[in-house]
């Protein structure tokens, strides 16, 4: 019996071959692989398949596609500036490719691919490297005074610069942990109270523990649900932020 009812919350993120056993190599189809391309078809379908028609009554794939558009592009206008503008294509389909595979993962054995700091991390380090080229390349070794805090006083800015420099640096880690972070604790909590659903098989203390367990995925799930919304939201708005100090470092 105790064998029956042992699991691991974990199990979930195991990133696994999608044909045979053994090794994982960087050319190797998985199931991660698997899921990202089902994201990226779903992106397809939405803004493609979806909004082909152009009706004037819009379906539910273009009203989707439409408010998702609206809504990033006011963000990037809103929080970077209009010379923002020019990069909302990037911008946009980060957003799309995180919101659709956090959405993803939550299906009945769906694998979560941002529970991966491999994936987010990427992610993020491909912001990092892009907002970095571009406040260069658009200001010159005046992208530095990003790092000097003119307002202070003279004596405390260059200890608020190596501040800076650091937190700069920083950027990438918070940024890919913050989404890997929350996606993995929320689908290894559900596992948790799954984990407790089938105890009315095996006891009577299932009896009570079960329906329990049972409105506590439920309410988990729904605030997942929310969750993969909300990180994928706070990823975009922080490379709009990111932005804005590539373009604008002295504001």
Sequence with gaps: MRSELTFHPMDQFIVKPLFGEGPVHWYTPTNATLWMAIAVLAIFFMLVIG??????????????????????????????????????????????????????????????????????????IAVFVAVTVIGFVKNGAGFLSLFWVASAPLALRPILAIIEIISYFVRPVSHSIRLAGNMMAGHAVMKVFAAFAPLILFSGVGIAVTPLSILAITAMYGLEVLVAFIQAYVFTILTCVYLRDALHPAH
């Design 51 to 124: 909004t082909r028609g152009r009706a004037v009554v819009p379906s539910r794939a273009q009203s989707i596609a439409e408010l998702s558009y609206g809504f990033i592009h006011k963000m990037v206008e809103d929080v970077a500036g209009k010379d923002a503008l020019k990069f909302f294509p990037y911008i946009f389909t980060v957003f799309l490719f995180i919101v659709f595979s956090n959405f993803l993962g939550l299906l009945p054995r769906g694998f979560t691919t941002t529970s991966h700091i491999a994936v987010t991390g990427l992610l993020a």
